[in-house]
């Protein structure tokens, strides 16, 4: 496996060699990279196995450099970005590699402001590690590291903000199934939980990163939990990633409320309180911007990537948004995918509506994306396969801020397709009102792409 390096930090597998994965080599000189020019850093980790390794060599590369060390511990990567703020850091470093397997780690970069690293400034530190430009100190100027834990303070945070309403979740008595996916979520979201007034059943409740189950939280991992709802006739299932950023819900009846309708059953009880653009980015269902013209206001698309949803959510002003794959940006309590935040307002919105999670699913509209590719002969033949499809498809809405989307207005339906970073195929979503459209659409791309490659 190949060390995959990009402007939001690099990530590979635990063992290996140089070029091959993530070693202690590699994470020194990112880690010295990073630290120049900041005086202050937070350091948390997700509960994977290699986290205290990394975290040693990640904390003393800092100390090395002069560095003042915030060390968060076991913490989630949202916790860790409202550290970065609450501490006034200059940078965070996020050790977690999100949904992958257990062999997975990665170091994830923080700017100043709690939020993934610009295009420019992440450049900067691949460059600096690139040409090993370091600034290693004299013994009298090295760092300290001081440990502190943000859990409850994160907590504090959902619990005070105005849109979280305590009593009307309290007064609904929910009991939930939580599988934290023996990670960090273990220790955090019970606290959340309890702390709301929910009862909380937790399986694979055992932060060791021995995950018991494919980590990234879709239908097809998480069928342990859709079972264990049914048995303990609980009103919903909570699944969260190892890192805690992403967020997915089963229904009372053992279904999957559908990955792709968190954001849209938060932003629904978000808008009813403040009418506010919102802003996913351009994989993401198109459920979000019915949901949004239906409370009166605009919605946005932002190219795919965290720090490009947050950049567009600044630039309009948006009261909330995020991602289709479970992620929940809400900016009244800091610009980065938050599933307790998540949690705390959809349970909010259950509590309001006087809804079962089944119910509620079924006031927002029905889409289904479908998700293919198209294998290239070099990395180069992707603009070939863009340019025809924007010929073919000239009267539609084209949009081309992420490769290449069209959209099919009258049907209600898109295609998008995106080059991959990793290797030569393109990656095609489509999306429509019924399961049959968006398989069509996506083939007649796919024949498209063999009829000019």
Not at 86 to 95: L, Q, T
Not at 182 to 205: D, F, H, K, R
Not at 277 to 285: D, R
Not at 324 to 350: C, E, K, Q
């Amino acid at each position: 496996m190949t060390l995959i390096k990009s402007i939001s930090g690099i990530r590979g597998t635990i063992g290996g060699a140089v070029g091959d994965a993530l070693t202690p080599v590699d994470i020194v000189k990112f880690t010295a990279a990073f630290a120049r020019g900041r005086k202050k850093v937070v350091v948390g980790r997700d509960g994977r196995i290699s986290g205290p390794m990394v975290d040693a060599l990640v904390c003393n590369t800092l100390v090395a450099c002069g560095v003042e060390v915030i060390n968060i511990g076991m913490a989630t990567t949202p916790t860790t970005e409202m550290a970065v703020t609450g501490e006034k850091a200059d940078g965070g470093i996020i050790i977690t590699a999100s949904h992958n397997p257990t062999q997975w780690n990665a170091l994830k970069l923080l700017g100043s402001n709690g939020e993934f690293l610009t295009d420019a400034q992440g450049k900067e530190v691949l460059a600096a590690a690139a040409r090993e430009d370091f600034d290693f100190c004299d013994v009298m100027a090295l760092g300290s590291i001081v440990h502190k834990d943000y859990a409850q303070k994160h907590i504090d945070a959902v619990m005070k903000d105005s849109l979280v309403d305590l009593k009307a979740i309290r007064e609904a008595h929910f009991k939930v199934v939580l599988d934290p996916i023996n990670s960090v979520g273990a220790i955090v979201m019970p606290m959340l939980l309890e702390q709301l007034g929910v009862e909380c059943i937790t399986i694979n409740g055992e932060p060791n990163g021995h995950f018991a189950h494919n980590p990234e939280p879709l239908p097809a991992n998480l069928k342990g939990l859709c079972d264990a709802v049914v048995a303990n006739k609980a009103d919903l299932g909570i699944s969260v990633d190892p890192d805690v950023d992403r967020l997915a819900f089963i229904c009372e009846n053992g279904q999957p409320f559908g990955e792709e309708y968190t954001l849209v059953a938060v932003a629904d009880y978000v808008l009813d309180k403040k009418k506010s653009p919102t802003v996913s980015n351009i994989s993401s269902s198109r459920a979000l911007r019915d949901v949004t013209e239906a409370h009166g206001c605009t919605y946005y698309a932002s190219a795919v990537g965290e720090v490009n949803v947050t950049t567009k959510m600044h630039e309009v002003g948006a009261v909330i948004g995020g991602e289709g794959n479970g992620g929940v940006i809400y900016p009244a309590l800091h610009y980065g995918r938050d599933a307790l935040v998540g949690v705390a307002l959809f349970l909010s919105n259950m509590a309001h509506k006087k809804l079962s999670a089944s119910a509620l699913r079924a006031t927002y509209p029905d889409y289904y994306i479908s998700k293919n590719r198209i294998d290239l002969p070099n990395a180069a033949a992707a603009d070939k396969v863009f340019e025809a499809v924007k010929s073919k498809y000239a009267s539609e809405k084209l949009t081309t801020i992420d490769g290449v989307r069209v959209d099919f207005e009258a049907d209600k339906m898109w295609v998008i397709l995106r080059k991959s970073n990793t290797e030569p195929i393109i990656r095609v979503y489509a999306e429509a009102p019924l399961e049959v459209l968006s398989e069509s659409i996506a083939e007649e791309i796919i024949e498209l792409a063999h009829e000019i490659l």
